[in-house]
């Protein structure tokens, strides 16, 4: 096994070989980084890169992950959290600063409230004679796709012995329409056997027609619903998300009753005893935080999966998996 890796900007382009070789190097990343002397080893894997973080957009997890991963495998890091104390203040295009910082470093990783700019970054990317590659750490409300890498680790580990992601009943549950976790993590579904997706949300935060298509596309079975009890008790897997206000144009977070769509004492009963549930966090009121010392809750491991995976990801980017076994 061995497909290469450049950009990671759209998760429709992970195949599950490719997927199943980066959880099988998050696994051995952290069994090696469980002594001493393989905690060193891996801060010598990658010591002569450097990684750039450009987050013009709010991030507390993807960035520190990502900065720790960096810092786990040796990579020196620098950051532009604010645009306005960068020359894009004196007018210098997004093009040119994006350039600029691949003078710099090996690998740029981004986040930025616009869709698509990180597509264009690694369109960009491939004109110029430093080619450097381009990770999209969240790209507005359209994709988020390591975040749906550390969503695949967390759901394959969890079922480990029972057969992993395949024949498993996943429900999506809160913002579906706006929250470009559960955008991401339904592109990589097509990679999986007989799964089956229900949707649990508000009528005015439904998932969006294009991901729809794409599940009909790719015969991917799914239902949606407004009733969480009507479905709870047949699901392996909640993912629960937050209510995305900070895209609001119409009131829409104000018109849905966001109580119905909540996990709490109430719900934990009714749920599968050996089902999980997940979040990508920050969270709101949705899960109440009774449910966070329950067995199943698996939103705090998963957080931590995402530095993990993020590691993994760079090593199978810069090409020194053979290394981490040897
Ligand atoms: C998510 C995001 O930024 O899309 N957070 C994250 O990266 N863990 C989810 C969210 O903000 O609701």
Known sequence: MSSEVFHIIDPREFDRELLDELCEITDTARAVAKTREGAAMLRSLLADKRAMLYFTQVSTRTFLSFNNACHLLGIGTSEIRDPTISSEV???????SLRTFSSYVDVIIMRTPERGLAGRAAALMNQIPRRVPIINAGSGPDQHPTQALLDIYTLERSFAGRGGIDGKTIGMMGDLRRGRTVRSLCYLMKNYHDVRLVFISPPSLEMSNDIKK????????????????????????????????????????????????????????????????????????????????????????QERNGMWMRAALLIKIFGVEDQLKS
């Open 214 to 301: 794409h599940l009909v596309q790719h015969k991917i079975a799914f239902s949606e619903t407004g009733v969480l009890d009507s479905v709870l008790s047949s699901l392996d897997a909640i993912y629960v998300t937050r209510v995305q206000s900070e895209w609001d144009s119409e009131g829409e977070s104000l018109k849905a009753d966001l109580d119905d769509f909540s996990i709490g004492p109430n719900q934990m009963p009714k749920l599968n005893p050996e089902a999980i549930i997940m979040h990508p966090l920050p969270r709101g009121p949705e899960i109440d935080p009774s449910v966070d010392s329950d067995p199943r809750a698996m939103y705090w491991r």
């Open 90 to 96: 004196k007018g210098e295009s997004f093009d040119d």
